[in-house]
């Protein structure tokens, strides 16, 4: 009976990594909220990861004790820490182009370091009068109409990742089955 558990707790474990990263698209100028996973309780690390080059801090923070956040570290001051449920998100106001990155949080309990979701923020442009908008992704530069744009299909990678789990999940239950009359 245990290798059913923990056969769907290795699937389970996988189809929560495809939610790893959301995608959020702003325009330049605009002010973004971040959220995060971790607790507010410990130091929380924000880091800005570009393709290509080496992640960058951008804010060290915790909760102190009146309730206000302490800012061990600040890479810009456009970067500060807000308390929204039970954790610190990341504020980025005035976005620019080099904010056009992955980001995530981290919190450091004891000697463990645990990693929050990570958001990857994309630029939204308008190319004149009556356009569509697209999205730019800073990995090449290259444009890409929205969703929306696109005969207003969904995404169609968490809809195949959707059936690629049920499936893998189905056939996990036919061995169990088998095993089970065996």
């Not at 009146?66 to 005035?94: P, W």
């Amino acid at each position: 009976m245990g290798f059913p558990c923990i056969t769907l707790i290795f699937v389970f474990s996988f189809m929560k990594s495809w939610e790893a990263v959301d995608r959020r698209e702003v325009r330049l100028g605009d002010d973004v909220m971040l959220s995060c996973t971790i607790s507010c309780y410990v130091d929380v690390t924000w880091m800005r990861h570009n393709p290509g080059q080496t992640p960058t801090v951008v804010l060290v923070t915790k909760l102190g004790s009146e309730g206000n956040i302490v800012y061990y570290h600040q890479h810009d001051q456009r970067f500060t820490g807000v308390c929204s449920n039970r954790s610190i998100a990341l504020k980025i106001e005035n976005i620019t182009d080099s904010d056009f990155a992955l980001y995530f949080c981290a919190g450091n309990e004891g000697r463990v370091l645990h990693f929050g979701n990570g958001t990857q923020l994309l630029e939204l442009t308008e190319h004149g009068p009556g356009t569509q908008p697209v999205i730019k992704d800073n990995v090449d530069g290259e444009t890409a109409p929205t969703p929306s744009s696109v005969s207003g299909a969904p995404h169609v990678c968490p809809v195949y990742a959707t059936l690629l789990g049920c499936a893998l999940l189905g056939m996990i239950c036919a061995v169990v089955a088998v095993h089970l009359k065996t």
